[in-house]
C-alpha cells in the first residue's frame, strides 16, 4: 500500500503473485494449449520499522512480529526526493534507513536470543543435548549480532544450520533490496547515486541483489488493461516495470525454481525447491505421485524449443528418461511415469 502519510499500514497486506515466465507462451504454442498455469507465491506488505521499533515504538512490536512470520526480508528504500511525499525522517537517504531497520532487526534477535538462553541453561543443565546445541550457537551469535552483523552471515556447519533454524531468528532470513525511485529514472537506474550506494551496500554487507522499482509506476500499471501496459512503458522508455523482475529475484532468494509441463490441455509451471530430486517434483502435482514415481522424461526448456516438437527432441536425443536421483533443474519441460 502507498499512501502519503506515516504507517499508513497497520495490518500486513497480503498478496498472491504470479511469477513471470515468458516461456509457458512458447510451450503453449507447440502443445497447442488451450490454457496456461504460471506459478504463484505470497507476498506480504508490512509496514516499516523506525528507530526503537525493537522497543514498540512505532507499533514496531507487531510488526517485527509480522515480519517473524515470513520466510525472506525484502527491504523497500526510498531514492527519490520528492516535496509532496514526506518521509518518516524527513530526509532522503537510504543508506540510513536500512541501517534503522538492521538495527532494529539485530536488536529484536539480540533480545530474542537473550530470554530463550534463560529457558535453555535450565533444559541443558538437565542433560538436554539440544538444548546445549542451541546454548552453544548463541554463544557464537550474541557477539557476532552485537558487531552490527546478521545471523545469516556467521559461518556455521550443517549442524548449526538446523539449530539456528529452531531459534526463529529475524536476521537469519534471506534478504533483498529494492530500491524505489522516480518515474524517470526507472529507464536509467545507474544515473541515480542513492541506487548506486545501495547496491555496494548490498554487496559488501549482505552478499544479495538488488532491484529497482517505481512505486508509482507499479500503481499507474496496476489501473490499466493489461493490453495497455506495454504502450503505457514503452512511452515512458521502459520495455518493462520493475515489479517482474522483483517477483523473480525474490522467488530465486527463497530458493525455489519451476519446471514446466506441457500439453493440449494446458501448459503449467510447477514450484519446486532447487536441489529437489524427480519424485519429489512428481509429488507437486500429487502426494500419489511421489509414492508411485518409476520415471520422468526429460527435456530442457531451450532444447524442446530449439527442437521445435517432442518428437523432433526425441529423434534428436534430447529427451532423456530420468530416474529416482536426478535433480530436476529450473526450465526442464517433464512428464511423469507412475504406477498409477
Not at 520499522?49 to 515470513?70: C, D, K, T
Amino acid at each position: 500500500m502507498a499512501a502519503n502519510y506515516r504507517f499508513c499500514t497497520i495490518e500486513p497486506n497480503q498478496g498472491i503473485v504470479t511469477v513471470p515466465d515468458d516461456r509457458l507462451e512458447v510451450l503453449s504454442k507447440i502443445s497447442g494449449s488451450q490454457k496456461l498455469v504460471p506459478a504463484i507465491f505470497e507476498f506480504v506488505d508490512i509496514a516499516g520499522l523506525v528507530s526503537g521499533a525493537s522497543q514498540g515504538a512505532g507499533l514496531g512490536n507487531q510488526f517485527l512480529g509480522h515480519i517473524r512470520e515470513v520466510d525472506a526480508i525484502i527491504q523497500v528504500v526510498r531514492c527519490f526526493e520528492s516535496a509532496d511525499i514526506e518521509h518518516v525522517m524527513d530526509t532522503v537517504d537510504p543508506i540510513r534507513d536500512i541501517d534503522v531497520i538492521n538495527t532494529e532487526l539485530i536488536l529484536a534477535d539480540l533480545d530474542s536470543i537473550q530470554k530463550r538462553r534463560l529457558k535453555q541453561q535450565k533444559l541443558a543443565k538437565g542433560g538436554d543435548k539440544k538444548a546445549q546445541a542451541e546454548l552453544d550457537l548463541m554463544d557464537r551469535l550474541e557477539p557476532h549480532l552485537n558487531g552490527g552483523k546478521f545471523a545469516f552471515g556467521l559461518e556455521m556447519t550443517p549442524e548449526e544450520m538446523v539449530v539456528l533454524k529452531s531459534l526463529f531468528l529475524l536476521t537469519a532470513k534471506p534478504t533483498l533490496f529494492a530500491c524505489n525511485v522516480a518515474e524517470g529514472d526507472l529507464g536509467n537506474p545507474d544515473s541515480n547515486p542513492w541506487v548506486a550506494k545501495v547496491k555496494q551496500f548490498a554487496a559488501e554487507h549482505h552478499g544479495c541483489g538488488v532491484v529497482v522499482v517505481s512505486a508509482d509506476i507499479e500503481s499507474e500499471l496496476c489501473t490499466l488493461p493489461p493490453e495497455e501496459r506495454a504502450d503505457y512503458l514503452l512511452h515512458l522508455g521502459v520495455e518493462q516495470g520493475g515489479a517482474g523482475n522483483l517477483i523473480k529475484e525474490a522467488y530465486y532468494l527463497l530458493g525455489l525454481r519451476t519446471y514446466l509441463t506441457t500439453g493440449e490441455k494446458e501448459t503449467r509451471a510447477w514450484t519446486i525447491c532447487a536441489g529437489d530430486k524427480a519424485p519429489a517434483a512428481a509429488g507437486v502435482i500429487h502426494s500419489d505421485f511421489e509414492k508411485s514415481f518409476i520415471s520422468a522424461e526429460t527435456v530442457s526448456y531451450d532444447d524442446l524449443v530449439t527442437s521445435g516438437s517432442f518428437a523432433r527432441a526425441r529423434e534428436l536425443g534430447r529427451l532423456r528418461t530420468e530416474g529416482k536421483e536426478y535433480i530436476v533443474q529450473d526450465g526442464d519441460v517433464m512428464d511423469f511415469k507412475t504406477f498409477l
